[in-house]
């Protein structure tokens, strides 16, 4: 009868270490897809806020030129602008001031944080010829982007 009990802790044993290898294989792999969905939702959460950037840069310029293009009419026809029409299209997105300028051009000024505390405050100005040109930077502040041209 030792014997039988002998077998009956080998099987045991078997049993908890299949078990144990089975659990192991699990939380690894467990691990492995929470890694992967943290960087896929980062990267599409990223992917959703350059697109609404891009999106919200398009409308802009959009305006910008349509405002140009009306300036023009009116320069043409020797129309006094009306002043009451004449405001600046500001938005507000997150830590960045977007607005459009004078001419075709879009400023933006955002303010960078460290530990939740503001830091610094950076601008630049964009512009495009037409609406179908990309635009170019003309001036700014941060000395982490290239010299504006």
Do not use: W
């Not at 294989?25 to 992967?36: P, Q, S």
């Not at 891009?54 to 009306?70: N, S, Y």
């Not at 320069?75 to 001419?103: F, Q, S």
């Amino acid at each position: 009868m030792g014997e039988v009990n002998f077998m009956h802790e080998d099987d045991d044993n078997d049993r908890l270490e299949t078990a144990r290898a089975r659990f192991s294989n699990v939380i690894k792999r467990h691990t492995a897809l929470a890694e992967r969905l943290s960087r896929d939702s980062d990267k599409m959460i990223f992917r959703a806020g350059y697109r609404k950037n891009l999106k919200l840069q398009e409308h802009l310029k959009r305006k910008v030129h349509m405002e140009v293009d009306r300036k023009a009419m009116l320069a043409e026809t020797d129309m006094i602008p009306n002043h009451h029409v004449e405001e600046k299209i500001t938005y507000r997105v997150g830590n960045k001031v977007i607005c459009c300028l004078e001419g075709a051009r879009i400023g933006i000024q955002y303010e960078t944080t460290f530990a939740g505390d503001p830091c610094e405050l950076y601008h630049l100005v964009l512009e495009s010829k037409s609406f179908l040109e990309k635009m170019t930077v003309l001036e700014h502040n941060n000395p982490f982007l290239p010299a504006a041209t």
